[in-house]
C-alpha cells in the first residue's frame, strides 16, 4: 500500500528540481548568466528538493522493514540501492563521453543507493539514527575546508582542489538526511500507514502520480529539457 502523501511531497521535490535544472541549464549551456542558480533563493530551492528526496529515502527505507520480514526487506532495499548505483553509473558515462571535465562520479543517485545499503542494518531505530546524523551534518563544514581529499575520498566528502562536476553528493553530511528520514518514518508511520485519512485532491493526485514516477522523469528530465532549450534557443538567445 502506497502512502499517497508521501508521493505528493515527493512529486513536489521533482517539480522543484526540474524547474532548478531549467535555470542551470540557462546559465551553464545557454549563456544566461544573470540567472544565478548557485546562489539566494534558487540555490535554497534545489538544496531543499535534494532533502526531500533524500530524506523520503529514509521514510521509505523504514516502511519497507514494517511491511515485510527482515531478510525479506533488506533484500528489498538491496534490489533499490544496486539499481540506483547502477543507474548512476549509466550517468557517470554518459557524462564522461560529453562533459568529461564535469564528469559525474558520484551524484545523488551514487549516493541514494549507497545510502539505502549503509542504512538497512539501522532502519528499526529512531533515536539512534538521530544521534548519528548529528555529527555526520556538523562535520560538512570541517570536511570542505579543512581538509582537501583525492577522487578515492570523494564519497565522504573530501575531494581534490581541481575538481568539478554537474552533480555531487557525499555521504558527509547528505546520509544525515537518510537517517532523520528513517526517524521520521518510524516517528510517524509506526503502523506504516498513511497520516492523512482523506483521499486526495485532483492536483494532490497528479503531485502523487509525478512522484511515483520521479526516477524515470529524473533519468530523462535533462536530456528533454536540453532539446527543449536548444529548439528555443534562437528566441531564448535574443533575451539572454
Known amino acids: 500500500m502506497r502512502i499517497w502523501e508521501l508521493d505528493v511531497l515527493r512529486g513536489i521535490a521533482i517539480v522543484m528540481m526540474v524547474f532548478f535544472h531549467i535555470i542551470f541549464d540557462l546559465n551553464v549551456f545557454f549563456g544566461f548568466e544573470q540567472l544565478h ?3 539566494g533563493l534558487l540555490f535554497y530551492l534545489g538544496r531543499i528538493a535534494a ?11 523504514s516502511l519497507i522493514h514494517k511491511r515485510h520480514s527482515d531478510l525479506q526487506a533488506s533484500a528489498k532495499n538491496a534490489r533499490r540501492g544496486l539499481r540506483l548505483i547502477g543507474l548512476g553509473l549509466i550517468i557517470t558515462a554518459i557524462t564522461w563521453f560529453f562533459a568529461r571535465e564535469n ?9 541514494l ?3 539505502i545499503l549503509i542504512v538497512d542494518p539501522l532502519v528499526r531505530y529512531t533515536k539512534l539514527n538521530v544521534i548519528l546524523a548529528i ?3 556538523l562535520a560538512y563544514y570541517p570536511m570542505t575546508y579543512l581538509w582537501e581529499g583525492s577522487y578515492l575520498t570523494l564519497i565522504f566528502g573530501t575531494v581534490p582542489a581541481s575538481f568539478q562536476s554537474y552533480d555531487y553528493y ?22 506504516g500507514k498513511p497520516l492523512i485519512k482523506r483521499s486526495p485532491t ?5 503531485l502523487a502520480w509525478t512522484g511515483r514516477k520521479s526516477l524515470w522523469i529524473y533519468m530523462i528530465h535533462q536530456p528533454v529539457l536540453l532539446g527543449i532549450l536548444y529548439f528555443l534557443d534562437g528566441p531564448l538567445g535574443m533575451l539572454s
Open 37 to 39: 542558480y548557485n546562489e
Open 103 to 111: 564528469t559525474i562520479w558520484f551524484g545523488i543517485l551514487h549516493f
Open 135 to 137: 555529527p555526520l551534518l
Open 113 to 115: 543507493g549507497l545510502s
Open 51 to 61: 532533502i526531500l528526496f533524500i530524506g523520503l529515502i529514509g521514510v521509505a527505507s
Open 170 to 191: 557525499a555521504l558527509i553530511p547528505w546520509l544525515g538526511y537518510v537517517l532523520l528520514g528513517i526517524a521520521l518514518g518510524n516517528w510517524l508511520y509506526k503502523d
Open 202 to 206: 485532483l492536483p494532490e493526485k497528479a
